[in-house]
C-alpha cells in the first residue's frame, strides 16, 4: 500500500476529479479516477451487446482486462490493451453507467481492482476519488474527504465540461439520484470531512484540499 492514502467523494460536476488530479500534481502523489471503472465495464458491456442489468453475474475478471494509469499528469484508460481515454466519457456510456454501477458484484469487483491498484501505485501517496472510497473502499485513508458545490453550481461545471446541450443538466442530476440510491455521496459519513466548493475558484478548491491533506 502506498504510505499516504487520500479518499476523495464527491457528486458529477462537484470538480472532485480535476481538483483531485491538481491536487495530487502538486504534492508528487498518485491519482485514482474510480469512476472511469465503471465507465470501461459499461463500455465492455455495450460493445460486446450484453445485457446491462446482469453484467454483475459474469465473470469479470476474465470479461475485463482493465488498466488505467495513476499519474495525474499522463491519464489514460485502457481495456484489452486498447484506448478507451475518451470512448468511457460518450453519451451512451454516461446514460447507462448507472445500471452497472448499482450491481453489488460489480461494486465488489470494483473495490478489489481499486485497492490494488492503489497498492501498486509507485508514488509516496495517492488520492483516491469517487463515490464509495471514503466510506467503504478506503475507510481507513488518512484523509477523507466528501468534495461538494450547490446544485446549480455542479450543472454549470459540467456542461461547461462537456460542451453540451441543455439535455445535460438532466441527465447529470439523474444520474446522481440513481447513483446515491445506492451510495451515499451527497452527505459526509463520520469522520470525513466536508469541502464545499461552491464560493471557490478551482485554485482556492485545490488549495483548500491540500490544506485538509497536510493538516
Ligand atoms: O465519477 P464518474 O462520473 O466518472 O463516475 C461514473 C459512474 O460510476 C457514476 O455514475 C457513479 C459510478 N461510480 C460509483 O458508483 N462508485 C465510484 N466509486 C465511482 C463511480
Known sequence: MSKVVIAVDGPAGSGKSSVSKAAATRLGFGYLDTGAGYRALTLTALNNQLEL???????????????????????????????????????????????VAAQPKVRAFMRDITRSIARNCPKPGIIVEGRD?????????????????SEEVRLSRRSIDLQADGSISAQVSDRDKKDSKVVDFLNPAPGVQLLDTTELSFEESVAALVDFINR
Open 53 to 99: 442489468e446482469t453484467v454483475g453475474e459474469l465473470n469479470l475478471g476474465e470479461l475485463f482486462a482493465y488498466e488505467i494509469s495513476t499519474d495525474p499528469d499522463n491519464y489514460w484508460v485502457r481495456v484489452d490493451s486498447g484506448d478507451v481515454t475518451e470512448a468511457i466519457r460518450s453519451k451512451d456510456v454516461e446514460l447507462n453507467v448507472s445500471k
Open 133 to 149: 472510497i471514503t466510506t467503504v473502499v478506503m475507510p481507513d485513508a488518512q484523509t477523507r474527504v466528501l468534495l461538494t458545490a
